[in-house]
């Protein structure tokens, strides 16, 4: 599985969003990029952070950088739970995991109960809207952002 490193290119996709807008990485040559990958839609943790997305999404939208999602979970669960938030941006449902896969996202068990040890971090999520338990069930999958810059390299 190749990874994607500082100075690769961006590694081309076509994908279908939750909403069922087709999603080309080529459409977006010239664009800056801001890849992110989340775990299973239900994670509550994945949840806010797409919830921080949206409350700067005017912030991106002025430096000019295009937000895309991915979720590695179904359409429906998506629905369900994170496309609630109505952002304003694509949210891409991954659950055969092949964009994560071109990326190079990895799985660890640790690092995702590190996560959940975190008071700070959890407390504000049993304290959140996102709170629930579905996700203890979801791959182990670690989150990652890629910034994509206009020539379709990660800088």
């Known amino acids: 599985m190749k990874k994607l490193r500082k100075k690769d290119a961006a590694i081309d996709f076509i994908a279908t969003d939750y909403l069922g807008n087709t999603i080309d990485m080529t459409n977006y040559k010239g664009k ?5 990958f989340f ?5 509550p943790f994945c ?7 949206i ?3 005017s912030k991106f ?7 895309i999602t991915f979720f590695a979970a179904k359409k429906t669960e998506i629905l369900h739970y994170a496309g609630t938030q109505n952002a304003p941006f694509p949210i891409i449902a ?3 995991l092949e964009v994560y896969k071109k990326y ?13 040890m975190n008071p700070v971090k959890m407390s504000r999520v049993m304290f959140s809207v996102f709170f629930n338990m579905k996700s203890m069930k979801d791959r182990p999958l670690i989150p990652a952002d890629f910034l994509i810059d ?6």
């Open 104 to 116: 190079g996202i990895e799985e660890s068990s640790s690092g995702m109960i590190r996560a959940m």
């Open 61 to 67: 939208e002025k430096n000019g950088i295009h937000i």
């Open 47 to 53: 949840n806010m952070r797409v919830n921080q997305l």
């Open 94 to 96: 991954d659950p055969n």
């Open 150 to 155: 206009e020539n379709q390299k990660n800088p």
């Open 39 to 43: 775990r299973g839609a239900s994670c």
């Open 55 to 57: 409350k700067q999404y």
């Open 32 to 36: 800056k990029v801001l890849l992110s």
